[in-house]
């Protein structure tokens, strides 16, 4: 994506230019593959390729200005791997032209082609939410997003960022709209919130001095929370270091969605509580077995029971009177195709 506003200079936009065309040769598409630009809207300079993989994507590149400076000098060049579909980002890719920092940070080793061909484990999705009191033309509060949404997707983990949803805010585009029907964005079962405090608004300086909290909440009811850090006192922003504290916080608080088996947590009467619930799969009526042939529908979903922050609640249609439904007990998806026989309805109302 490349800005035509005018009040940026043709040296940067050639610049832009440039750096895009490169990223697009390492995926191997080439001018000749390009089918149209969009030039109005949210969608200023935007090109749009036929790409011959297997996925669809945007590829949005973009500079980041540090404090105080002209437009002029860019200092970062980045651009990340989105998938349009349900905006959820592959990876990132990122070079700090200049010595910008108080301290070294790193530039990125990956390729544009191992981005695209990356394969993620069934985790919990992720969306990182971050806020920032920076002025608006501080632009290094992205660099954050960066180092977070590629080292993530460097562990197999799918995720949102800030960034990712300002490129996917026009996924209704008649242009840009994915074949796939799927919602938009992405369910993330996990939701990461960092908030930062800087010296910015007292002092016009270069690099701030920040102060920062981060903690976790289920993406789905994001009514629990679980403190990752609290720092009071004010150092240098380091994206780099807090996005490897947030990152080793978070992947054991991540569950796997690939897992079938359902487990009741506690049972009341007729109903149920089952420690899975919407990240998982589940929807209201969705029927569910159980042992000795207990059969079971979900009736409602819950934000938290037992400490399981994404739950449900099962109603019990059948199960055997020698052998009830107790705590601990594993459940799978019925795999029964309805309406049953009328047979099988009469032993169900027993």
């Known amino acids: 994506m490349i800005t035509e506003n005018p009040e940026i200079s043709v040296e940067v936009k050639n610049n832009a230019l440039a750096y895009q065309n490169s990223l697009l040769n390492q995926l191997g598409v080439n001018k000749s593959q390009e089918q149209f630009a969009l030039t109005k809207d949210a969608y200023r300079g935007t090109r749009v390729f036929s790409w011959n993989k297997p996925y669809d994507a945007y590829l949005p590149s973009y500079f980041l200005f540090p404090a105080g400076q002209s437009q002029l000098k860019e200092f970062v060049h980045t651009a990340s791997l989105v998938r349009y579909q349900d905006c959820l980002q592959m990876g990132s890719v990122w070079n700090f032209t200049q010595n910008v920092a108080p301290f070294a940070i790193t530039n990125s080793t990956e390729s544009l082609e191992t981005i695209a061909n990356r394969k993620f484990v069934d985790l919990s999705p992720v969306k990182i939410n971050s806020f920032y009191d920076f002025r608006t033309q501080d632009r290094i509060s992205n660099i954050l997003d960066i180092f977070l949404g590629e080292k993530l997707a460097q562990k197999g983990i799918l995720n949102i960022t800030n960034l990712s949803r300002i490129v996917c805010k026009g996924n209704y585009s008649v242009n840009l709209k994915s074949p796939t029907q799927t919602s938009y964005p992405a369910r993330a079962h996990r939701l990461v919130n960092v908030q930062m405090f800087s010296e910015l608004a007292q002092k ?113 249609r059948y199960e055997d009177e020698k052998r009830p439904l107790v705590v601990g007990d594993i459940l799978k998806l019925d795999p029964t195709l309805f309406p049953k026989s009328r047979n099988s309805d009469n032993k169900m109302s027993k």
Do not use: C
């Not at 994206?239 to 969605?257: C, F, G, R, S, Y």
């Not at 359902?262 to 042992?291: C, D, E, H, S, T």
């Open 204 to 316: 016009k300086i270069t690099w701030p001095n920040v102060t920062f909290k981060s903690w976790l909440d289920s993406g789905v009811f994001a009514e629990k929370n679980k403190d990752f850090f609290d720092e009071k006192t004010p150092t240098p922003f380091h994206p780099e270091k807090t996005a490897d504290q947030i990152v080793n916080k978070l992947l054991p608080e991540l569950h796997d969605l690939k897992n079938e088996e359902f487990k009741i947590i506690r049972r009341y009467r007729g109903w149920v509580y089952i420690n899975r619930g919407r990240a998982f799969g589940l929807q209201m009526g969705m029927r569910l077995i159980g042992p000795a042939e207990s059969r079971l529908h979900i009736i409602r979903l819950l934000p938290e029971v037992n400490g399981e922050i994404d739950s449900s609640i099962a109603f019990i």
